[in-house]
DNA sequence: GTGCGCTTGTGAAAACGTTCACGAATTCCG
DNA sequence: CGGAATTCGTGAACGTTTTCACAAGCGCAC
């Protein structure tokens, strides 16, 4: 079976079984099975068999797998050995914690610039992340070859935000703003609404609860 | 059609036709059709058609749906009359961002505690929200009905912190920890994780990348 | 009223994702 | 060496989600 196509859901969890791997090499485990993967990675261990033969990788019967190996396989389907600097847009309180966020620089996604609209912080930095001004943001991007931005700016500047994002030549966009962002297809964007986490979750609660009284006989 | 089920991926998506439904009713419109909100939400008109009828509710044809009564309906089906309080549990850079995001009052989910290990903290307040230990997790959760937890402690803490939080009767927890929790069946979790969202965002971007040099001939 | 244009609601088809079940490959042990 | 125990890889079955396509209902114009 080809590298070729990778489906989305199973790229989704590469990320997770990535980080199962080091723990277990961490922990001094040479092999591994889907089983341990799977009870890791919250999944059904099939889930885990079929989402790794589409690496093209490949177990041994009978033993499992290879903690080093496959780490090094997923790690190259997920092309980590690639460095994407990022650029974070709006320092509002979520903005200030992603610039701050020092997970994103040690899994290659460096925040090299942050970008507000209040002249009173640019030219400032942010835990050593410089603050710009939004109309620097084609600079920026061109200067540090900035792919991917995030977007967590108030509702209302979201959109303006993700086009000068866009013409400035980013091709990712992560969207924290909550709001639906139109840019042309060449631009992938994935949206992190916290409310609508909630709402979710409050739709169970809320189903579960006893039927309401005073209904419409 | 009854309200009998209604399908995740409509669930996941009636938030965002919510929000729509907002910004139409403040803009003057009284009706609206599935063109506009799929417009809005960013996807496929049928879907929103098909999404919408699982609430029973009925637009009608030739005119569309009127945004009073359909806000109503999707209101109702989220259960959005209810509040369900919440309790952050971590308060580094992202915890606090959380604690101080007003947006989640604004929806029916007050954060009315937080709660960190650190000594040096506990007892004051981060934006009006009172600060705790974590062994106070249980008389929090009875005292305020808490029914979400929200876990943004370090990767290392997010099980311990889990199990208190179930222990307390938190039937939902949102985990922004990037790590898998492991709860009984009857807790719902919902994970966030934003290095998972960028390393997705990169799969992308390593893929269309020119194919690398230096294969196996 | 009758006809026309518009928009919903929904079967049916297609695409996608998950899980099952089992053959095949491997190791281990007696 | 032969058989039992593992564990992968994967075709097939199943379930969910998306999309299509069109009949049915509604309002307006005349």
Redesign the interface.
């Known amino acids: 079976m080809a590298t070729g196509h990778i489906p989305e859901a199973t790229?989704?969890r590469?990320?997770?079984y990535l980080?199962s791997l080091t723990e277990l090499a961490a922990a001094g485990d040479a092999t591994t099975s889907s089983d341990v993967l799977a009870e890791?990675?919250?999944v059904n261990p099939a889930k885990v068999r079929k989402d790794l033969s589409y690496l093209g990788t490949h177990g041994t019967r009978g033993v499992g797998y290879d903690v080093r190996h496959l780490t090094f396989e997923v790690s190259r389907?997920?092309?980590?050995a690639?460095t994407?600097p990022?650029v974070v847009c709006g320092l509002g309180?979520?903005g200030?914690?992603?610039a701050?966020?020092t997970?994103?620089t040690e899994?290659?996604?460096p925040v090299v610039a942050a970008v507000d609209i209040d002249p009173a912080i640019t030219g400032t930095t942010v835990d050593d992340v410089p603050v710009h001004s939004p109309d620097q943001i084609a600079e920026l991007v061109a200067a540090h070859g900035v792919?991917?931005g995030v977007i967590a700016t108030p509702g209302n500047a979201a959109q303006e935000t993700a086009d000068l994002l866009v013409a400035a030549g980013v091709?990712?966009i992560?969207d924290f703003s909550?709001?639906?962002v139109?840019v042309p297809d060449h631009v992938?964007v994935?949206t992190?609404?916290?409310?609508?986490?909630?709402?979710?979750?409050?739709?169970?609660?809320?189903?579960?609860?006893p039927p309401e009284v005073g209904k419409t006989p």
Do not use: Y
């Open positions: 790229v989704a590469l990320p997770v980080r890791r990675a919250g389907a997920l092309g980590v690639n994407w990022v309180n979520l200030r914690a992603l701050k966020h997970g994103f899994r290659g996604f792919a991917i091709r990712s992560l909550s709001t639906v139109t992938e994935r992190v609404d916290l409310s609508t986490e909630l709402q979710i979750l409050g739709f169970h609660l809320h189903q579960d609860l």
